[in-house]
């Protein structure tokens, strides 16, 4: 476990359902993202909360909704999504207020299949 | 916008070689370059982290280097073990939600 934990490892879904991704992280980090990790393409952004700023790509589709409630928790909520919304979602976290931009810790992901 | 590349896409190499694998990046301003493993299903391991003042990170038998001014970093290797293979991902980060990504060397250390 790298100190950053996602909930559900795998996730099947109906293009009608809503479920929701969990993301949450102890080391004192206060910056997390959702990234998308799709076959044969580099990992997107697609939401950052941090002290600093709220960012959203505006490439993503408003089906895909972060929720951030503190510092530790961050949500991805999903509703009437498309098969090609099936991806590996990566969840990391960031120490800010250093000075200096930090490395990035990473969880182990949830494989979303929309069916 | 900052494009990360990365040579090669795949490599094949047998059991005990050095290796070096090559990240190049199009904007210098970065404010640092980390590398990542990723296992095949599962999340991002970090290697290591450059910082933009840095000209290198090591760790065991890995070492990276980084030159802001030509937009190259490198990741080397050194006796290469089965358990090595996986995808070798590197990020330059331009901000403080910018970071972006290659899209990874497939490494395969055969026994």
């Known amino acids: 476990e790298t100190g950053v934990t996602q909930t559900p490892r795998h996730l099947v879904m109906g293009m009608t359902n809503k479920k929701s991704l969990k993301c949450e992280q102890h080391l004192g980090h206060n910056a997390m993202y959702w990234y998308k990790q799709s076959a044969k393409k580099p990992l997107e952004l697609m939401f950052v909360?941090?002290?600093?700023?709220?960012?959203e790509n505006n490439s993503v589709p408003s089906r895909f909704s972060p929720e951030c409630p503190n510092s530790s928790h961050l949500f991805l909520h999903l509703h009437t999504l498309q098969p090609e919304d099936s991806a590996l979602y990566l969840c990391a976290s960031r120490p800010t207020g250093t000075g200096k931009v930090g490395g990035y810790t990473f969880g182990s992901g949830t494989r979303l299949t929309v069916v | 916008k900052q494009e990360v590349t990365q040579i090669p896409a795949a490599l094949s190499v047998p059991e005990g070689e050095n290796l070096v694998l090559n990240c190049s990046f199009t904007?210098?301003?970065?404010?640092?370059l980390q590398w990542f493993r990723q296992d095949p299903g599962k999340g991002l391991t970090s290697l290591l982290l450059i910082q933009s003042s840095q000209r290198e990170q090591t760790s065991g038998r890995l070492n990276a280097s980084l030159d802001k001014s030509s937009g190259r970093s490198t990741l080397y290797i050194a006796a290469s073990q089965p358990g090595d293979s996986a995808t070798y991902l590197c990020?330059?980060?331009?901000?403080?939600?910018?970071?972006?990504f290659g899209k990874g060397t497939m490494l395969l250390v055969s026994p």
């Open positions: 990020a330059a980060a331009s901000g403080y939600s910018t970071l972006t």
């Open positions: 904007d210098s301003a970065i404010y640092n």
């Open positions: 909360y941090s002290l600093e700023e709220r960012v």
